[in-house]
T-cell receptor, first 110, second 112 residues
């Protein structure tokens, strides 16, 4: 079965602390993995995807095919990082259909 | 460009009523999708379309109808609303082979 699991509903950290939002997936085939973010009163938007291997707003995510994980990391959290984060996957080459995880709310306290 | 637009922003329905959630995009995207967002469940795909005249079911299609007569519009119809359809509905669009989906602002629907 195709599934994305985000085990933490809420992650609360202090400003300046490291952040790791966990994402595990199950998929038969070669998926594309993404992190989407929804800031308060804003639209859901793409944060990063595994193929680009880039750092966006200080966040990085590495695809670990052995552990079927795609955890999102940032070394020093900022208050403006507070948001809902969704891990998602799609079949390679077809991004019209996304399978989302349950979402993790990141709360960065001052 | 307005991007992806959705109307209405909020709606309250009584059980059994029908209504149409509107979605439009001005980016000439062929792919369009409808998702519902529920607490603890993330976003789940309801229906999607790969072009005008072509639609298919997603993960949770029951109780919803779609059609796609133009590239720009992808309305979602609730045939007979039920309290279980209380949710936030998001429309999204993208191009074939592109990696990013563009989301609308959402419609918050309450069914009493």
């Amino acid at each position: 079965a195709q599934r994305v699991t985000q085990p933490e509903k809420l992650l609360s950290v202090f400003k300046g602390a490291p952040v790791e939002l966990k994402c595990n997936y199950s998929y038969s085939g070669s998926p594309e993995l993404f992190w989407y973010v929804q800031y308060s009163r804003q639209r859901l938007q793409l944060l990063l995807r595994h193929i680009s291997r880039e750092s966006i707003k200080g966040f990085t995510a590495d695809l670990n095919k052995g552990e079927t994980s795609f955890h999102l990391k940032k070394p020093f959290a900022q208050e403006e990082d507070s948001a809902m984060y969704y891990c998602a996957l799609s079949r390679t080459g077809n991004t019209g259909k996304l399978i989302f995880g349950q979402g993790t709310t990141l709360q960065v306290k001052p | 460009n307005a991007g992806v637009t959705q109307t209405p922003k909020f709606q309250v329905l009584k059980t059994g009523q029908s209504m149409t959630l509107q979605c439009a995009q001005d980016m000439n995207h062929e792919y369009m999708s409808w998702y519902r967002q529920d607490p603890g469940m993330g976003l789940r795909l309801i229906h999607y379309s790969v072009g005008a005249g072509i639609t298919d079911q997603g993960e949770v299609p029951n109780g919803y109808n779609v059609s796609r007569s133009t590239t720009e519009d992808f309305p979602l119809r609730l045939l007979s609303a039920a309290p279980s359809q209380t949710s936030v509905y998001f429309c999204a669009s993208t191009r074939p082979g592109a990696y990013e989906q563009y989301f609308g602002p959402g419609t918050r629907l309450t069914v009493t």
